[in-house]
């Protein structure tokens, strides 16, 4: 969407505090021993007690509340019976609706011990959303993100997850500009515009480019021993530094 009112801002301001709250509380919950089922039911009590409601499950009636991803699982993990273990890299996916807004975000965190290539995982990821962030704004190319993640990525050392990728947000949880691609594409002519409402995910990852749908129809997974972390933010395109809906 496109924002054409203060309302829709404010809208969008309280929509974007609720899912990062709601994240912030789920990694500060995550403990070994905890199944993801039941890190998933910490998540959908938060958001009710906001009164807002989960993106995936109201749009796409997905089999929980929020997106809970271990290890070789990169994205769309779906909560259930699965234990979390000390050195997991787990990833969570918070989006949510409120008042007909919708908010994206994301973190990835490893449950200690961790090791030295997982820690450079987590902080290369991070940097690439902070230079994704410092870059857009209006005006720009839209394939400018992509170059600022791939920058980071060539630079530490690391994959681009390439069928994985940001997508415009506001009113549903998909909608235009779909394929915020996280690497460079010469040929998107696409322009960000003042006002437009995007969501921002790079997923680095160690071994692979590609994930593919696992049996459940959900899962995205990468090659065996591949380990991948993501962050993500809501933000609004303005002149100068964009808004950021899903910053604490």
Same mark, same amino acid.
């Given at each position: 969407? !496109?924002?054409?009112? =203060? ?11 609720? %899912?990062?709250?709601?994240? &912030? ?10 199944? !993801? ?11 009710? #007690? ?11 009636? *997905? +089999?929980?509340?929020? /997106? ?20 997991? @890299? @787990? #990833? ?13 975000? $994301?973190?990835?965190?490893?449950? +200690? ?19 994704? /962030? ?17 920058? @980071?990525?060539?630079?530490?050392? *690391? ?5 994985? /990728? ?10 235009? +500009?779909?394929?915020?691609?996280? *690497?460079?594409?010469?040929? =998107? &002519? ?6 437009? %409402?995007?969501? %921002?995910? +790079? ?7 590609? %994930?593919?749908?696992?049996?459940? $129809?959900? !899962?995205?997974? $990468? ?7 993501? *962050? ?17």
């Amino acid at each position: 969407m !496109t924002i054409e009112s =203060d309302q829709d801002l404010e809208h969008l301001k309280v929509i974007g505090r609720i %899912v990062a709250t709601t994240l &912030k509380t789920m990694m500060s919950s995550t403990e070994p021993g905890m199944t !993801t089922a039941e890190l998933d039911l910490i998540g959908k009590q938060l958001l009710e #007690n906001y009164g807002a409601r989960s993106a995936p499950k109201l749009s796409y009636d *997905f +089999p929980g509340y929020t /997106c809970i991803s271990i290890n070789e699982e990169a994205a769309h993990g779906i909560p259930g019976e699965r234990v979390i273990q000390p050195g997991d @890299v @787990v #990833n969570i996916d918070v989006s949510a609706e409120k008042n007909g807004y919708f908010a994206d975000t $994301g973190g990835s965190f490893v449950v +200690p011990p961790s090791s030295a290539l997982k820690d450079r995982l987590l902080h290369a990821t991070r940097l690439a959303l902070e230079e994704a /962030c410092s870059y857009a704004s209006a005006r720009k190319p839209i394939n400018g993100i992509g170059r600022s993640i791939q920058q @980071v990525a060539k630079q530490k050392g *690391f994959k681009i997850i390439k069928n994985l /990728c940001g997508h415009g947000v506001g009113k549903s949880l998909h909608e235009a +500009p779909k394929e915020i691609h996280g *690497f460079y594409v010469q040929q =998107d &002519k696409r322009l960000l515009k003042e006002g437009m %409402v995007i969501a %921002v995910e +790079p997923f680095l990852s160690t071994k692979s480019q590609i %994930v593919n749908e696992a049996d459940d $129809g959900w !899962t995205l997974t $990468g090659k065996a021993g591949n380990l991948s972390a993501q *962050f993500e933010h809501t933000m609004v395109i303005t002149k100068g530094k964009p808004i950021i809906l899903t910053a604490l």
